[in-house]
């Protein structure tokens, strides 16, 4: 892995630590945020209502971002994600207003639809040969137009007893907070200790490599499409328990917001890069900088995309200069004497 200190696992891939440097910044630059908006705001942003939204957007933001990065780590895109949320959401609304489907079984429905989404596109892409790109920007518009038609644009409304995960909290922690908590821990276990997740790490470090080192690195990339409908499927589920409302608009932001995460999050744009921790703490800084510019109506709301659009840009230029000054380094460094 290109990313902070590794050890070789027994099966001679790379396996990434807990910690690197880049996340520890990420740690510093989270308590300086957070450092300012308390000194900026004590009252507003020191409370249990702050603490409460501030979790449940970090757990939104981390997620969507989940399901970008699982693509990303095996150097691919999906550009669908915001598509697949929105079909899931209706499918989701439908089971649940029209067809009477009992709750448990109608977010069973909803994450099968996720699932499926990310299998066909992963199909495409391995099966055909087709740039995840263009696979997965087709098939955002698919998502999209079939969830206007079906819905005619209109919400489906739901029970209050489906917004407990989305609208409740313990000690003013939100329960979406804590569910995808224990999604990224299970993903940090994933690329740390199984073989599936060193594969995918092995496939976007350098796929010819991988492939003939005996990965089936089609099938890879296929399984990390399935993770990432069915993390972005999971998303909108939680969106709707948040919303009381299964919105079909739902995912239209996502695009944006699974890439600025991801990437302040230090996932490798060229594969092969990523950490659960690292996510986590850029959905934080994510959240925390949008909590802080509509406190302190620094940015109007009309430019807020423009400057997101310029933390991305920014974020991936530190981190390209990262890599070129760790490049240069090692370029320095004097082979050892045989």
């Given at each position: ?39 900026q ?15 449940r ?39 649940l ?52 038609g ?90 709707a ?17 699974s ?43 009309a ?23 760790a ?12």
């Amino acid at each position: 892995m290109r990313d902070g200190k590794t050890d070789k696992s027994p099966t001679g891939f790379q396996r990434p630590e807990l910690f690197s440097g880049r996340t520890m910044g990420l740690i510093i630059s989270t308590g300086i945020l957070m450092s300012v908006l308390a000194v900026q705001s004590p009252h507003s942003f020191i409370s249990k209502d702050a603490m409460f939204f501030i979790s449940r957007q970090t757990g939104l933001a981390a997620l969507i971002a989940l399901s970008q990065a699982v693509c990303l780590t095996v150097g691919g895109m999906n550009l669908s994600v915001g598509g697949i949320g929105s079909i899931t959401t209706v499918v989701l609304g439908l089971s649940l207003q029209n067809w009477g489907v009992p709750p448990w079984l109608a977010v069973l429905m909803a994450l099968s639809v996720g699932v499926a989404a990310g299998a066909l596109n992963g199909l495409i892409i391995t099966r055909l040969g087709i740039d995840s790109f263009i696979v997965t920007l087709s098939m955002m518009f698919v998502y999209m137009g079939l969830r206007s038609g079906i819905s005619g644009g209109e919400p489906y409304e739901v029970s209050d007893s489906f917004g407990l995960i989305g609208r409740e909290s313990v000690f003013g922690v939100s329960y979406i907070f804590l569910v995808v908590g224990a999604v990224l821990l299970a993903s940090s276990y994933m690329y740390r200790c199984t073989m599936f997740g060193r594969h995918m790490l092995a496939t976007g470090g350098n796929a010819e490599a991988a492939r003939l080192s005996g990965i089936d690195t089609e099938k890879t990339i296929f399984r990390a499409n399935v993770l990432s409908g069915l993390f972005a499927s999971l998303a909108a589920v939680l969106y709707a328990s948040r919303n009381l409302s299964a919105a079909p608009e739902t995912g239209d932001a996502w695009l944006i917001i699974s890439f600025a995460v991801a990437i302040i999050g230090g996932t490798g744009l060229q594969g092969g890069v990523v950490s659960a921790l690292g996510i986590f703490m850029g959905a934080t800084i994510f959240t925390l900088i949008e909590h802080g510019l509509v406190q302190f109506k620094a940015v109007p709301p009309a430019y807020m995309r423009s400057f997101l659009g310029g933390l991305i840009l920014l974020a991936v230029i530190v981190d390209r200069t990262r890599e070129i000054v760790a490049e240069k380094r090692k370029r320095q460094v004097p082979p050892a004497a045989g």
